[in-house]
């Protein structure tokens, strides 16, 4: 069965940062393009960072700048390097697998941005 394992969440003073990781396993990472996104209560998910089996990246408008999203496929894990935090940034934050009709999601990490 598929696994996604996200880490790296956790509670972080405005300006700070974090740096999330997806460990991906039982599929072949390389193949997918491979996304991060985030859900705060009572909103709809948002992309926050896509890059392609090629490496090609893209930022959300509100991130941009700020966060960083990368792979390793020796390793079959993905990043999310965030820096300069703001409180904003509080939610969850899921790991995302996706190739034609496959769409893997992770169980999510915490990220707190408070002082």
């Known amino acids: 069965q598929v696994q996604l394992v996200e880490s790296g969440g956790g509670l972080v003073q405005p300006g700070g940062s974090l740096r999330l990781s997806c460990a991906a396993s039982?599929?072949?990472?390389?193949?997918?393009?491979m996304s991060w996104y985030r859900q705060a209560p009572g909103k709809e998910r948002e992309l926050v960072a896509t890059?392609?089996?090629?490496?090609?990246?893209i930022h959300a408008d509100s991130v941009r700048g700020r966060f960083t999203i990368s792979r390793d496929n020796g390793k079959t894990t993905l990043y999310l390097q965030m820096n300069s935090l703001k409180p904003e940034d509080t939610t969850v934050y899921y790991c995302?697998?996706?190739?034609?009709?496959?769409?893997?999601w992770g169980q999510g990490t915490q990220v707190t941005v408070s002082s």
């Open positions: 039982r599929f072949t990472f390389s193949v997918y393009d």
């Open positions: 890059i392609s089996l090629g490496g090609s990246t």
């Open positions: 995302n697998a996706r190739r034609a009709s496959k769409n893997y």
